[in-house]
């Protein structure tokens, strides 16, 4: 018995097939009345295995999806495949087997089963969705663009597969693609804190300053705790605006409401220190090390620090890091070093896409690893069924 199978069903089978068996021979040589009863049993019979097969491949896709939820793809692959043998044309199966191989990393074979799933149902934008993720892992960039297109033209209410492809744009530098999809996202949904956030940094990038700030007011109307957006307005009060104070307010803001995200740390660094606020500088900066996990740059910022506290009498490598930061230059080159190596552990599991420079012309300030659109940054981003 299949282990899906309902074991009542087969209780009351076995009885039926006792006396089939026994009567058979008798019915063969009886009249009208006797086919009857064959026919009848025959018939009876032939209706219990169908419901006993209906069940049990009810049963197996009840398993697929319970190990799929649990992250065991490789046990949700084998449940999903014993339903397609029995049920070539079985949909959900089909693109739920091309979801596990999806989910363990075996993209090749998830393309290959999303375009199965895509033979049953062409213009499912779920499907192309999910194909996009697949190409994109596999680094072929343009296959993905082209599935995310089809399937916003398959569904323009696909908010998933929206953001996906203005993440691509931004990360080819296409901002003016990337700002219409995201504004496209904003117009289904008025609160989507990531297109408001992404979109007012597309806006920077094309030079439309007070519309990007307006749009991070407005994220932040949505969640006051939006890290992300108070840095953006201290970037843009510092470098567009001028305005030293409330570029630190800002920062100061970023910490405080998100004082895991190390990168917001060093801008307020580097405000505090043009503003000859060494001393902050310098408690900022140790601050920045709790959540910062990669060793060189963890050494970096320790330099840094180190050079700040002591200035020429630091034991430093090269004939420059004994000179105090004083100019703006200087602090850039603080900037620019501890921007170094930003990528964190948490990012091996995001798409290696192509850096968008989000801060447009703010010259004066490198782009941070944080300012990165990431197709698969978090799991929103792969498309649910």
């Not at 197996?60 to 799929?68: K, S």
């Not at 552990?345 to 989000?358: F, N, S």
Request: net charge neutral; charged share 25%; with cysteine.
């Amino acid at each position: 018995m299949n282990s899906g199978e309902n074991p009542w069903i087969r209780v009351l089978l076995e009885p039926i097939f006792i006396i089939f068996i026994i009567h058979l021979g008798t019915f063969k040589k009886g009249g009208k009345m006797r086919s009857r009863i064959l026919q009848t049993l025959s018939v009876c019979v032939l209706a219990a295995f169908v419901q006993v097969n209906a069940q049990s491949i009810e049963s197996i896709m009840m398993q697929g999806q319970q190990m799929l939820q649990n992250g065991a793809y490789s046990q949700a692959v084998t449940s999903f495949r014993q339903v397609i043998q029995r049920e070539p044309s079985n949909f959900e199966a089909q693109f739920n087997l091309a979801f596990s191989y999806l989910g363990w990393g075996r993209n090749s074979n998830a393309v290959d089963e999303f375009k199965k799933a895509m033979r049953l149902q062409p213009r499912n934008s779920q499907v192309w969705s999910n194909l996009a993720i697949a190409y994109e892992n596999m680094g072929k960039s343009q296959d993905a663009m082209n599935a995310l297109y089809q399937a916003v033209q398959l569904d323009p209410q696909n908010i998933t597969a929206r953001l996906n492809l203005a993440a691509m744009y931004a990360n080819n530098n296409q901002h003016s693609k990337a700002a219409g999809q995201f504004k496209e996202v904003i117009t289904l949904d008025g609160t989507n804190e990531e297109a408001l956030t992404n979109l007012s940094k597309c806006l920077i990038a094309l030079g439309k300053i007070d519309e990007a700030k307006g749009y991070l007011k407005q994220s932040l109307g949505v969640n006051p705790n939006n890290g992300d957006a108070h840095w953006e307005l201290g970037n843009l009060a510092w470098k567009k605006e001028n305005d030293l104070e409330k570029a630190i307010s800002e920062y100061k803001l970023a910490i405080t409401v998100e004082p895991s995200g190390a990168h917001f740390y060093e801008n307020y660094a580097l405000a505090l220190e043009e503003k000859g606020d060494k001393a902050g500088a310098i408690d900022v900066l140790k601050k920045s090390l709790i959540y910062t996990d990669d060793a060189l740059r963890k050494e970096k910022i320790n330099e840094k620090i180190d050079r700040l506290e002591h200035g020429d009498n630091a034991n430093v490598k090269s004939s420059d890091e004994g000179t105090k930061l004083t100019t703006k230059s200087q602090i850039a080159d603080l900037r620019k070093e501890l921007g170094k190596g930003e990528k964190s552990d948490a990012q091996t599991q995001r798409l290696d896409t192509k850096p968008v420079d989000i801060m447009g012309d703010l010259n004066d300030l490198e782009k941070d690893e944080g300012s990165t659109f990431d197709l698969k940054s978090e799991a929103k981003k792969r498309a649910v069924k």
